[in-house]
């Protein structure tokens, strides 16, 4: 089991990047896919990206492709997510989640899938 804690949120201004991190602490994540969601106030959870095990498949919500980059380095088990142009509706909170089931050649879309949650960290993009 491992414990996700998310950071390298902020107020920025619209525009601006920020670099989120998602670190793992007990086991390596280094097998199980990881995705990206976000949740603004009053809204559902949205799904964000999500990057196989091995790196060798990305995937991106319409809303952020193109801005967003998601990787992750092994050897720092930790996974990234490189937001460009931010625009304010990116406004929510960012939280990182582990696969349920380790190895999986497929990118994972769905929140039912993950069951390692980190507590998220909170973006705010100012017009």
């Known amino acids: 089991q491992v414990q996700l804690v998310e950071s390298g949120g902020g107020l920025v201004q619209a525009g601006a990047s920020l670099r989120l991190s998602c670190a793992a602490s007990?086991?390596?994540?280094?097998?199980?896919?990881m995705g990206w969601f976000r949740q603004a106030p009053g809204k559902e959870r949205e799904f964000v990206s999500a990057?196989?095990?091995?790196?060798?498949?990305?995937y991106y919500a319409d809303s952020v492709k193109g801005r967003f980059t998601i990787s992750r380095d092994n050897a720092k088990n930790t996974v990234y997510l490189s937001m460009n142009s931010l625009k304010p509706e990116d406004t929510a909170v960012y939280s990182c989640a582990a696969d349920r089931q380790r190895m999986r050649t497929r990118v994972v879309l769905t929140a039912n899938e993950y069951n390692y949650w980190g507590q998220g960290t909170q973006v705010t993009v100012s017009s």
């Open positions: 990057i196989t095990w091995s790196g060798g498949s990305t």
């Open positions: 007990g086991r390596t994540l280094s097998w199980y896919g």
